[in-house]
């Protein structure tokens, strides 16, 4: 994603349609047939790729598990993740 930073504007239609500008698909990251998150926050409205917010709403949910779960390195999970493959593939 871009760290640019810049304003865009769009019509509203008749039925509530707005067509996500270029340079705004771009910066998000945005496809054709890619989804679309509005986070609507303070009078505010943050348009996110629904694929990126996803992450990160399981990454801040995840946050501490491993150290919960006695990871203290990614070497430690690594570990735990080949060890894993093997015993479903034994």
């Known amino acids: 994603m871009s760290d640019t930073n810049f304003v865009n504007d769009a019509r509203v239609m008749s039925k509530g349609q707005v067509t996500i500008p270029k340079n705004v698909r771009e910066a998000l990251g945005i496809n054709t047939g890619d989804r679309v998150t509005f986070i609507v926050e303070d009078g505010n409205v943050r348009v996110v790729n629904s694929a990126v917010y996803a992450l990160?709403?399981?990454?801040?949910?995840?946050?501490?598990?491993?150290?919960?779960?006695?990871?203290?390195?990614?070497?430690?999970?690594a570990e735990w993740i080949t060890k894993s493959r093997r015993?479903?593939?034994?």
């Open 56 to 77: 990160m709403r399981l990454q801040e949910q995840m946050k501490g598990e491993a150290l919960k779960a006695g990871f203290q390195s990614e070497e430690d999970i």
């Open 87 to 90: 015993e479903d593939n034994a």
